[in-house]
């Protein structure tokens, strides 16, 4: 039987801001809305997300958040390009496929690490880069990977803003505009592929921070450390 090798992580248990991070966010993003909504997934810290039915590299190799994005040589392989969209949802969907997919057929762990970053908010004061470079295995997993031509393709069934969040700007409409940062759950699935016509496919749910400034595109934030429903 062959073996199964693990597929690019999905948005790791525990994984979240760090606690000044967290206090920044939540006291320009929603000030004095976070007495009334406490419950808010994407400020719990800790708890399990949805089960999959891979691996994490916590098993086989650990994942290695990088804090500087590495310069590659060859562009950013077969990560795409953020869309030129300005809607929250519509960007969230397309950030959740880029995040789903990979190739290590002809994309190294650099590039697909420099690929990610460019979905990136350039405001530094809200982009948590380690929360979305946690996602790419470390060196060694990642070589395993491409010995065995894994990659992965995605589809994105839904988007929508979480009951919690959607009350949180009903309650005060104007507390988005402090950075028009906004909280989007994305539903979908994975494909994954290796040789010799191994594969399989498995349901995904993230929670994305995405920042839409009026007049502006979209860019990434960070990602949740829990799916909020």
Known sequence: MQKRF???????RGIGWSPNRRI???????????AGVASLAWFSRGGSQPGRA?????ATGSAAPSQAVPRPTGGTGAVPQPPAVSEPITYAKAAAAMLWSYDTRNTSRDQQLAGMNAWMSKETQFADWPSISAQVPDPVLWSRMADNAQHATSTVAEGHYPSAFKQALADDPTAITEAYIYLVTVNGKQQIAWKEG????????????VQCRPSHDCSLVAIAPRVAP
């Open 24 to 34: 920044v966010v939540a006291a320009i993003i929603l000030t004095t809305l976070l």
């Open 6 to 12: 693990p597929s690019l992580p999905r948005p790791a």
């Open 54 to 58: 891979t691996p994490t590299p916590s």
């Open 198 to 209: 191994g594969g399989g496919a498995e349901d995904r749910a993230v929670s994305l921070a």
